[in-house]
């Protein structure tokens, strides 16, 4: 069964945000993480210093099931992206909102975090997505 943790906000694309030190740290969620099944490859498109663009791509999640867009839910600057995922895309598999979290942001305005999903409304998401 899926968790989604209360320290964090939801898209609609089952991605999360946490504030953590001025930035906004990105993932996706375990309901996403049992949709694609095995993870087998995590393409980062941006570098550091990059601006992202809510609902823009900024990379691709492959697994053995299908192909999908990674999609920024705030705009912002890439500060950092998480170079363990080149080699072990399993990390996102065995730890979703911790060890596989795949990009930090400077957001651009941060009060956009308050836009998204608390893991509430996003817990009802799910249940009205199957």
């Given at each position: 069964?899926?968790?989604?943790?209360?320290?964090?906000?939801?898209?609609?694309?089952?991605?999360?945000?946490?504030?953590?030190?001025?930035c906004?740290?990105?993932?996706?969620?375990?309901?996403?993480?049992?949709?694609?099944?095995?993870?087998?490859?995590?393409?980062?498109d941006?570098a550091?210093?990059?601006?992202?663009?809510?609902?823009?791509?900024?990379?691709?999640?492959?697994?053995?099931?299908t192909?999908?867009?990674?999609?920024?839910?705030?705009?912002g600057?890439?500060?950092?992206?998480?170079?363990?995922?080149?080699?072990?895309?399993?990390?996102?598999?065995?730890?979703?909102y911790?060890?596989?979290?795949?990009?930090?942001?400077k957001?651009?305005?941060?009060?956009?975090?308050?836009?998204?999903?608390?893991?509430?409304?996003?817990?009802?998401?799910?249940?009205?997505?199957?």
């Open positions: 069964m899926s968790t989604f943790p209360n320290d964090r906000r939801y898209t609609t694309d089952h991605e999360w945000a946490k504030a953590e030190d001025g906004i740290i990105i993932g996706v969620t375990s309901f996403a993480v049992e949709q694609l099944g095995d993870i087998t490859l995590v393409g980062i941006v550091p210093g990059d601006q992202l663009e809510t609902g823009k791509a900024f990379g691709t999640i492959e697994s053995v099931k192909l999908s867009d990674l999609l920024a839910p705030l705009s600057t890439l500060e950092e992206a998480n170079s363990a995922l080149e080699d072990s895309p399993e990390l996102i598999n065995d730890d979703c911790d060890k596989g979290w795949m990009i930090k942001i957001p651009a305005d941060a009060s956009d975090l308050d836009k998204l999903m608390d893991s509430a409304a996003y817990e009802l998401h799910v249940k009205s997505s199957h």
